[in-house]
């Protein structure tokens, strides 16, 4: 039997139920299991692979870490947004990896330069590329800075730093980025009209916008509900403040652009019909405050990022409640609280106990349709506000 064939007739098979029965005759075993892994991670992660016949995949962690279909095309709507159809003649990704991002940024430009220090993946990516429709790539084997060194003008230069430090060490710190571009970039600024770089979610965007020059946009995205990745812009002969765009690509989505702003000046101790949590993109980008000024709502304490309106705003960048009821923590408000709810899904902002403490102090199990938010108010009573999703009701 050949790898192909055995490939092809376990690949929906589990992988580690494959790894004890053994190899057929022929048959490469560590090899074909990492194909079917990688194929079976790129049907969740990446359709549009998945449906390619031939593609080679490399070990599971690269997968696991490589960018979803879903920020891959955020990233090309991105670039075409950007740079208008006739200015997109060259593009180089600096650090290609598995290919993901330069397959969705590639089909924009009549040239496009896959740009990667390790053979084993250019190997991959010259197998895949043409695969892929991508006939007209080019893939070099070389380290980003030296190739930036001798690198003729592009419109887009994309770049996604590793990020560990000299030690293996993984890292958000833009400097101990490999390769670093607080270093690079005056060099592809003076080559390039828009260079584009992700990071780390983890990363402190002002630290990173102190140290990068002309960054135009900010875009942090997440999906279902966690930040995936941060992007920063920027564009030639940029200056003054970027645009922040907090984006939700899950079966929820939303789009939420504008500037960061201050706490408003009057928080309040009383509820609307309405509560209103942040999602992680706006909490992420420091945008919370902002929706203040885009939406008629109140802040319910400085500390606690969360709001309250008289009217549902289905738009809102993130999750919507209506208020069912709120309890203090007398003795009397806890038992009529238990005495209608025995499970609920539990979130803490700005509460002087943990979730999995005040869970056991209440007694309650998870889960259900129910929501329950310890926070603390204007007035700096610590409540507990019982919650339905609209739909729910």
Known sequence: MTNDTYIQQNRHASVEALALKGASEGVDLPYCLQQIKGWQTACRKL?????????VYPPALSMEQCSSEKTATYKQSLAARLLPADKRRAMADLTGGLGVDFSFLAPLFREAHYVERLPELCRIARHNLPLLGLSHAEVHEADSAAFAASMPGMDLVFADPARRDANGRRTVWLEHCTPDMTMLQPLLMDRTTVMMVKLSPMLDITRALQQLKGVAEVHVLSVEGECRELLLVAVAGHEGTPTYHCVELSRHPYAFSGMPSGCPRDCTATLSGYLYEPGAAVLKAGMQDATC??????????????????????????????????????????KRMLGCLQKANLTVRNFPSSADELRRRLKLKDGGHDYLFATTLADGRHVLIHCQRPSAT
């Not at 319910?300 to 960048?317: A, Q």
Request: charged fraction near 20%; charge should be positive; hydrophobic fraction near 30%.
């Open 293 to 334: 000024a885009r939406w008629p709502l109140q802040k319910l304490h400085p500390n606690s990022h969360l709001y309250t309106g008289s009217h549902p705003l289905p738009h809102y960048p993130g999750r919507m409640f209506r208020i069912v009821d709120c309890y203090d923590f007398s003795k009397q408000d806890i």
């Open 47 to 55: 359709p549009r692979w998945a449906e390619t016949e031939g593609l």
